[in-house]
């Protein structure tokens, strides 16, 4: 589906004040009408709300779609959607295009999404204080421009595409690590980047894998023990050796074919949480130094009260019983600041390790994750 951004910017990158659009070129509104028309487009509640001030309806001829996750007031003709992907399942239905028409909020989300950017740039400086996001040189390429001018503005229409990412293609597999704590997102971009590297490679297997692997008392012991101090020792014995078979099994053969391998949590888990749980950080890193060091790895970092906050919002059938560790913010707490340690550890040691802000949207933080493996892949 081709999701194109739509907006008019000033010289300084404002959008918007106090609510509105500091402007008002009716040429603009008439671009934006020829273009819109027959589509979907897609708001956000403030956006929303200066329309019904405008014109006490939706705008016609379109399916108005606003996001909100607190609106009262729903007028009759809109559609209300409260996340960017059910307001893009709404969209699917009636166009195979679909216009972002604001504000700055929606125009921030739906940037790393976007296909197309059409934008009336006013060559003027405008007090505001809703922008729009950076337009990436590298990301975009502008396809057409049309200069314009009335008796009070000089303005472009200017059409943006996004550039082709050209992927050379690769001849040696590479080897992804995703680390983080319960919590933190890591399932979700742990998919989502099996999903890129397939969609960008499709000639390439992608192997996912998880920690622990196959040793099911590694899983009993975090089931039935509650105390998140107890069989240090022994836990990491467990994993460490799982880890090894993991490696024999999956990481080294798949690699030497030249397949990608991304496993859900590695070595770092066992020198954090068992650091956390009293043993001695340098000692878990040494017992692990023969391992196979991942080209990258993520560490999707979000602080213990948010982790705390969605565990106990997602449902046990989902996540499986409440065990040892993450029932502890204080050892959650522990497990963080380790993972901040063991990250510079590694990294002074030459490991590439990346520490993602895991407290934005799904959508942010996976452009970032996409962005540094299509980076080093080149290299
Ligand atoms: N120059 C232009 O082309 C242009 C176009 C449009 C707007 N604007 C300007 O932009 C400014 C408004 O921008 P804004 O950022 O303040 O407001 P906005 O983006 O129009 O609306 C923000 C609201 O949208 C809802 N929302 C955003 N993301 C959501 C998500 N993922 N899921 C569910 N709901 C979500 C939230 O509503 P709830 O609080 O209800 O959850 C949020 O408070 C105004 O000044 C306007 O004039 C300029």
Same mark, same amino acid.
């Given at each position: 589906m081709e999701i194109i951004l739509i907006a008019g910017i000033a010289q300084?990158?404002?959008?918007?004040n106090k609510g509105m659009l500091p402007w008002n070129i009716k040429e603009d509104l008439q671009h934006f009408k020829e273009l819109t028309i027959g589509h979907p487009v897609i708001m956000g509640r403030v956006t929303y709300l200066s329309i019904l001030e405008y014109l006490?309806? =939706?705008?016609?001829n379109r399916m108005n779609i606003v996001l909100s996750d607190?609106? @009262? *007031?729903?007028? =009759?003709?809109f559609i209300f959607a409260n996340s960017i992907e059910s307001a893009l399942e709404e969209a699917k239905k009636y166009s195979d295009r679909v216009y972002i028409m604001g504000g700055q909020s929606i125009y921030k989300q739906f940037m790393p999404l976007a296909t197309k950017l059409e934008i009336t740039k006013i060559h003027k400086d405008y007090e505001g204080d809703a922008y729009f996001p950076e337009i990436n040189e590298s990301d975009w390429l502008e396809k057409k421009r049309e200069d314009k001018e009335n008796s009070e503005n000089k303005f472009s229409f200017i059409t943006y595409e996004r550039k082709p990412q050209i992927i050379k293609p690769v001849k040696k597999g590479m080897f992804i690590a995703f680390e983080g704590i *319960?919590?933190?997102?890591k399932s979700t971009q742990v998919r989502n980047l099996v999903h890129h590297i397939f969609e960008k490679s499709k000639y390439h297997h992608v192997v996912l894998t998880r920690n =622990? &692997?196959?040793?099911?008392s590694i899983r009993e012991i975090l089931h039935q *023990?509650? *105390? =998140? &101090?107890?069989q240090a020792e022994k836990l990491a014995e467990l994993y460490i050796n799982d880890r090894k078979d993991q490696v024999e099994e999956v990481v080294k053969p798949n690699l030497k074919d030249g397949f990608f391998v991304v496993t859900d949590r590695y070595k770092m888990s066992t020198i954090s949480y068992q650091t956390a749980q009293g043993l001695e950080m340098q000692n878990l890193i040494e017992k692990q130094s023969s391992l196979p060091i991942p080209h990258i790895t993520f560490i999707i970092d979000v602080s213990p009260e948010e982790a705390m906050d969605r565990m106990r919002k997602e449902d046990v059938s989902v996540r499986g019983k409440e065990h040892?560790? @993450?029932?502890n913010i204080d050892f959650i707490k522990k497990l963080r600041e380790n993972y901040k340690i063991a990250s510079e550890i590694l990294k002074e040691n030459g490991e590439k390790v990346f520490v993602i802000?895991?407290?934005?949207?799904k959508e942010e933080i996976f452009q970032e994750i996409k962005e540094i493996f299509d980076r080093e892949i080149q290299n």
């Amino acid at each position: 589906m081709e999701i194109i951004l739509i907006a008019g910017i000033a010289q300084n990158n404002v959008i918007g004040n106090k609510g509105m659009l500091p402007w008002n070129i009716k040429e603009d509104l008439q671009h934006f009408k020829e273009l819109t028309i027959g589509h979907p487009v897609i708001m956000g509640r403030v956006t929303y709300l200066s329309i019904l001030e405008y014109l006490n309806k =939706p705008l016609p001829n379109r399916m108005n779609i606003v996001l909100s996750d607190k609106v @009262e *007031d729903k007028k =009759p003709g809109f559609i209300f959607a409260n996340s960017i992907e059910s307001a893009l399942e709404e969209a699917k239905k009636y166009s195979d295009r679909v216009y972002i028409m604001g504000g700055q909020s929606i125009y921030k989300q739906f940037m790393p999404l976007a296909t197309k950017l059409e934008i009336t740039k006013i060559h003027k400086d405008y007090e505001g204080d809703a922008y729009f996001p950076e337009i990436n040189e590298s990301d975009w390429l502008e396809k057409k421009r049309e200069d314009k001018e009335n008796s009070e503005n000089k303005f472009s229409f200017i059409t943006y595409e996004r550039k082709p990412q050209i992927i050379k293609p690769v001849k040696k597999g590479m080897f992804i690590a995703f680390e983080g704590i *319960d919590g933190c997102g890591k399932s979700t971009q742990v998919r989502n980047l099996v999903h890129h590297i397939f969609e960008k490679s499709k000639y390439h297997h992608v192997v996912l894998t998880r920690n =622990p &692997y196959k040793n099911v008392s590694i899983r009993e012991i975090l089931h039935q *023990d509650t *105390d =998140p &101090y107890s069989q240090a020792e022994k836990l990491a014995e467990l994993y460490i050796n799982d880890r090894k078979d993991q490696v024999e099994e999956v990481v080294k053969p798949n690699l030497k074919d030249g397949f990608f391998v991304v496993t859900d949590r590695y070595k770092m888990s066992t020198i954090s949480y068992q650091t956390a749980q009293g043993l001695e950080m340098q000692n878990l890193i040494e017992k692990q130094s023969s391992l196979p060091i991942p080209h990258i790895t993520f560490i999707i970092d979000v602080s213990p009260e948010e982790a705390m906050d969605r565990m106990r919002k997602e449902d046990v059938s989902v996540r499986g019983k409440e065990h040892k560790f @993450e029932a502890n913010i204080d050892f959650i707490k522990k497990l963080r600041e380790n993972y901040k340690i063991a990250s510079e550890i590694l990294k002074e040691n030459g490991e590439k390790v990346f520490v993602i802000n895991g407290e934005r949207s799904k959508e942010e933080i996976f452009q970032e994750i996409k962005e540094i493996f299509d980076r080093e892949i080149q290299n």
